[in-house]
């Protein structure tokens, strides 16, 4: 096995919410390879996008993270902010949901992309306004020399989207985090934007983290599949392991999502089998497996002690006390 | 002096904190001072209210207009006047006393007449737009474009200081600026959804408006208030300074400092003493306004 | 000559067709051009309100001019003469033409108001000018250290410090500076001297500045870093900041101070009424030979020309202000310069 570019070892992350300790993030851990897509996907609340703030030091001050994230061997909880800031930006990057408030209005993106250059590289301003547009070409951006010199409101969703991922690469960063980078824009700026990050992963060899809550966006793109519940992995395997033929998810909050996808091949007027209720107050989890309350399949046993993500098949995990046979039948 | 803003109402300095990150303890302590930023001022105020309008009631005070020139310049803790005595031998403690029921006098009138005026045209200029708005609104510019200190001072030029024309006066400023603040804050409510449910349901204009405008901008226009009181019971001590407020020998903050500007270099005591007054009150006032924006979260 | 422009223009190559339409129907413009449309109708109001003040007092000027042994016939005469006997609309545009044409007329000490304002504006705009830079200077620089830990020592010092500076009288405030720093300190002079250049300028305006700018200074600080902090905790664009590395500080002044400088213009130009009345008081209590002071010596005297002209001046500055403001914002704002997308 190749040298893990990230790796996560039992990350946790508690916020004191109103007097209150709260899990958000509960014991996470998993293995990123070069130039590897891996998603991670949860409801909200899951604790998703919060484990990969964590580990490019975006929380909030007063948050208590722990556990192990390790870049290309450098541990990164528990370094300073400065330190810290050295790799933000320059070997690990985020691209954000909404590029329209992502973006600060009032600067040229131009400015905006420099500035991820000049923060980490000794530039001149003509070199970085050169490198800059060079990335504006690189995202597929049209008219690079004059949009570098517009403001946000002039552009389009799909476009501020690209300028977001400019800027996430303007130092070529090991590791990029897309969180739930199209799930702001519409159905077909969605594909060409994913098309985009795909090429360039190749491109630049980068490996990919992308947080979603769509099922399909995972199975069409990734490589490997985390599902998160609660603040903890539920599922964890190769996307082919899952999806499509001779796949077999297992543990009932993934089949539950994955059944919730409408299909075309549905008879009509049947009714979608929705997963029922709320996902649980992080601040009160009920023992046992957290989905419990909500699946339909629950026992006893379920209710009462948390099953642990255990590797059952080689390189698939789940914690489920009873996972689905046979891919799902029953 | 400086107005207050009626559009852009002065941001509270104490936003509601985001829900996160306060442990039990730390919390315990926001609590606490948010309870003590709010009853502090709110108890001084009262106390002041109190001195000012209830003390004379029950305790015989010296006179506050006439005064014994045998004893005049007397310090603090002289016997029989706390304060002392001012050139003329009149009580100090008294003159702020009476002085003090001036200011508030001058100040909720002027406030309440604001809200009464300003605030219905603003919600009528915001609830039914159009050219009512436009015209509300112009009037509302205008007044407000006059310098409030100027008006007042040539109204009491023409018509001779008292303080019915010094309330008066100040409400040509009070009223735009109420005026405004009740308009931005109705055009907001107009927005939301419940205000079209209850159009829909087909509720009488004027029922929507009682029932629903205006108890939703009464925590904006009381706010403000506040804050406006202050600036009114500033702007009524600067006419007294300059002598065209209350007319003299009536007692107000402004001509008691306006008196102690002579021997400010020697005896600075006559002057601090009312702009002292003068600050306790108006920081109350603002500091009420400011603990009352962060309970209801107004913006 | 809108006809000719377009025939013009169509004959224009496409790129100076686009430019020209650009910079006409820019949005910017087309608010600035909407903004002194609707400050007209203010203007004349403002200019209505204070002749119609001005008029409902009992009119002395004559009786002034002539002196109290004045007969009444002599002063009946001189009414006559000066236009005060005829009806208000009349009257009103005689001065209104008047004042259209620069003139505002005679005070009661016989010289020419516009010549007692020439010589004294530029005092008072100079006060005027010193208490607004300086104190949007250190209002910024003490809200950004405030900003830059919410709830820590500096935020605290400021929102005090703020609290004091609206709670206090200007005139108060003036008193307690000349009590400290021209009586006890000797720095300044406790009366303003003439202003005939820079030293003195500082030497006499300073304490003036000062009374009127303290409170400006709270108001500004207070807005800026309830802005700056708001926009630090809640904007993604600073979370954005953040990821690219970028140090707090820079985050702090390249990005949400940046931001905070519209509202800070907006405060400047609806705060300036309130600035006038301010100034007209400091002048006085400092004897400062500005129009303020003026107003208030012309109001003892019952000049009405010479109140009138001045108030009117100082409406004019509210109006401008606000005016200028808005321009400023339109100007600067890309949202309203370039409009929507171009794409």
């Not at chain 1, 395997?237 to 996808?261: C, E, H, K, Q, S």
């Not at chain 2, 300059?242 to 270099?265: D, F, T, V, Y």
């Not at chain 3, 609206?166 to 008193?175: D, E, K, Q, R």
């Not at chain 3, 107003?295 to 606000?322: K, M, Q, R």
Request: hydrophobic content about 50%; charged content about 15%.
């Amino acid at each position: 096995m190749t040298d893990a570019l990230l790796q996560v070892d039992d990350l946790r992350v508690t916020f004191a919410v109103g007097g209150r300790q709260v899990r958000a993030v509960d014991g996470v851990s998993f293995t990123v390879s070069p130039g590897a897509t891996l998603a991670i996907i949860g409801e909200s609340g899951s604790g998703k996008t919060v484990s990969c703030r964590a580990v490019m030091g975006l929380l909030p001050t007063g948050t208590a993270v722990g556990g192990s994230a390790r870049l290309r061997g450098t541990e990164l909880i528990g370094l300073s902010d400065a330190e810290l800031r050295r790799h933000r930006g320059s070997d690990m990057a985020m691209v954000f949901q909404d590029p329209a408030r992502s973006l600060n209005p009032t600067m040229r993106i131009g400015l905006q992309i420099t500035e991820a250059i000049t923060t980490h590289r000794k530039v001149s301003k003509r070199e970085a306004q050169t490198q800059a547009i060079e990335l504006l070409r690189l995202v597929r951006m049209p008219a690079a020399e004059r949009r570098f010199h517009e403001y946000p409101h002039q552009l389009s969703g799909g476009m501020r989207q690209r300028v977001m991922i400019a800027i996430a690469l303007a130092c070529r960063p090991k590791v990029l985090f897309a969180d739930e980078a199209t799930t702001a824009l519409d159905v077909t700026t969605q594909a060409q934007i994913m098309e985009l990050l795909l090429d360039l992963q190749q491109e630049l060899d980068m490996a990919l983290i992308m947080i979603s809550h769509d099922l399909g966006l995972a199975a069409s793109y990734a490589d490997e599949v985390i599902v998160m519940y609660a603040g903890k992995i539920v599922e964890q395997a190769p996307a082919a392991g899952l999806f499509g033929a001779g796949g077999a998810v297992r543990m009932r909050y993934t089949r539950a999502l994955l059944d919730a996808i409408p299909h075309l091949e549905r008879s009509a007027h049947t009714q979608l089998p929705v997963v029922s209720g709320r996902p649980p107050d992080p601040t009160a989890l009920p023992p046992g497996c957290s989905f419990a309350p909500r699946c339909q399949y629950a026992e006893d046993d379920c209710l009462a002690k948390m099953p642990a993500l255990t590797e059952h098949v080689p390189g698939h995990r789940w914690a489920c006390w009873h996972p689905c046979e046979n891919g799902g039948a029953a | 002096m400086v107005a207050p803003l009626p559009d852009i109402t002065l941001a509270s300095p104490h936003p509601p904190p985001l829900p996160s990150l306060v442990n039990a303890r730390r919390l315990r302590t926001q609590r606490l001072g948010r309870a003590l930023r709010l009853w502090v001022p709110a108890g001084v105020l009262i106390l002041l209210l109190a001195i000012c309008f209830l003390l004379p009631l029950v305790v015989t005070l010296p006179s506050s207009t006439k005064g014994d020139i045998i004893v005049n310049n007397e310090p603090p803790f002289s016997p029989g006047h706390i304060l002392g005595t001012d050139v003329q031998g009149v009580d100090i403690f008294s003159k702020l006393v009476y002085g003090g029921q001036v200011a508030f006098e001058v100040g909720i009138s002027v406030t309440l007449i604001g809200i009464a005026i300003g605030g219905t045209l603003g919600v009528i200029a915001a609830y039914f737009g159009g050219w009512v708005d436009a015209v509300i609104s112009r009037l509302f510019d205008i007044l407000i474009a006059f310098p409030a200190l100027v008006l007042a001072l040539v109204i009491a030029e023409g018509l001779g200081p008292s303080e019915m024309h010094v309330i008066w006066a100040l409400s040509v400023f009070g009223i735009p600026a109420v005026g405004r603040v009740a308009r931005g804050a109705t055009l907001t409510i107009r927005g939301l959804p419940f205000m079209t449910a209850a159009r829909l349901a087909g509720t009488r204009r004027w029922r929507v408006i009682t029932r629903h405008v205006v108890p939703n901008i009464m925590p904006n226009i009381v706010t403000f208030s506040l804050l406006g009181l202050g600036i009114i019971i500033i702007l009524e001590g600067a006419l007294d300074f300059l002598g065209w407020g209350i007319p003299p020998p009536k007692p107000s903050w402004g001509n008691m400092i306006a008196n102690g500007q002579q021997i400010l270099s020697v005896q600075p005591e006559y002057v601090l003493i009312p702009s002292i007054a003068l600050l306790i009150t108006v920081a109350s006032l603002n500091m009420l306004g400011d603990a009352l924006r962060e309970r209801w979260g107004t913006q | 000559m809108a006809l000719v422009q377009q025939t013009q223009l169509q004959q224009a190559e496409p790129g100076a067709r686009d430019r020209a339409r650009r910079v006409a129907g820019s949005p910017a413009l087309r608010m600035v051009g909407r903004r002194l449309l609707a400050a007209i109708p203010v203007l004349i109001g403002v200019s209505l309100l204070t002749f119609t003040v001005m008029s409902a007092l009992p009119n002395t000027t004559a009786q002034a001019i002539l002196g109290l042994n004045a007969s009444p016939a002599a002063v009946a005469a001189l009414n006559h003469t000066l236009g005060l006997d005829q009806p208000f609309w009349q009257r009103y545009w005689h001065w209104l033409v008047n004042v259209l044409h620069g003139n505002l007329g005679t005070s009661v000490q016989g010289q020419n108001v516009n010549h007692e304002l020439a010589l004294h504006v530029p005092t008072t705009l100079g006060l005027l000018l010193y208490a607004l830079v300086a104190s949007v200077v250190l209002a910024i620089i003490v809200a950004t250290l405030a900003a830059r830990k919410p709830n820590g020592i500096a935020d605290r010092i400021s929102l005090a410090v703020s609290m004091l500076g609206l709670s206090i009288a200007p005139y108060a405030f003036a008193f307690l500076l000349i009590i400290v720093f021209a009586v006890k300190l000797g720095w300044f002079p406790v009366l303003s001297g003439a202003v005939t250049g820079p030293a003195s300028f500082f030497k006499n305006l300073t304490l003036p500045a000062a009374s009127i700018g303290f409170g400006l200074f709270a108001i500004y600080t207070r807005i800026l870093r309830a802005d700056m902090v708001e926009q630090m905790q809640r904007e993604d664009y600073i979370v954005t900041a953040k990821a690219k590395g970028v140090a707090p500080w820079r985050v702090l002044i390249k990005h949400a101070l940046r931001n905070s400088m519209f509202t800070l213009i907006t405060i400047i130009g609806l705060n300036l009424g309130g600035l006038v009345g301010a100034a007209a008081i400091i002048e006085t209590i400092f004897q400062v030979q500005g129009i303020g002071n003026d107003l208030l010596t012309g109001i003892n005297n019952h000049d009405v020309p010479l109140v009138e002209g001045i108030t009117l001046f100082f409406a004019l500055i509210t109006v401008l202000g606000s005016l200028l403001a808005d321009i400023a914002y339109a100007v600067l704002d890309p949202r309203i310069r370039y409009g929507s997308s171009t794409s």
